[in-house]
């Protein structure tokens, strides 16, 4: 299984960006997808994710300015990211679980990482 995410960039604060990931390989179903953040210096943080059922859990900085989807039928998962301030700056990751069988245990992947930065 790959993941290609893409759609970061260079903006100025309270601008905005939309993050995407598609998975591709051998997929039975895909459980949580979610995307992670690592700003230089730190550790990586969980911005957001959304189970299967489409239940959404933020981190507190973002709630109110970024919103995560998916679609199921493209393996693929969404992050529109508004009101950006450089906070938000750093390497955006997406993390899928797939299950790669209907008796497969799931296993976690993630992509690239996609660099976004935000200019005071």
């Known amino acids: 299984v790959q993941l290609q995410a893409s759609g970061g960039g260079l903006v100025q604060a309270g601008g905005c960006l939309k993050l995407?990931?598609?998975?591709?390989?051998?997929?039975?179903?895909?459980?949580?997808m979610g995307w992670y953040r690592q700003a230089p210096g730190k550790q990586r943080e969980l911005v957001a994710h959304?189970?299967?059922?489409?239940?959404?859990t933020y981190a507190d900085s973002v709630k109110g300015r970024f919103a995560i989807s998916r679609d199921n039928a493209k393996n693929a998962v969404y992050l529109q990211m508004n009101s950006l301030n450089p906070e938000d700056t750093g390497v955006y990751y997406c993390?899928?679980?797939?299950?790669?069988?209907?008796?497969?245990?799931?296993?976690?992947?993630w992509g690239q990482g996609t660099l976004v930065t935000v200019s005071s």
């Open positions: 995407s990931c598609a998975a591709s390989g051998t997929i039975f179903s895909i459980n949580t």
């Open positions: 993390n899928f679980v797939v299950r790669q069988g209907l008796l497969g245990t799931p296993s976690e992947y």
């Open positions: 959304i189970a299967r059922g489409s239940t959404t």
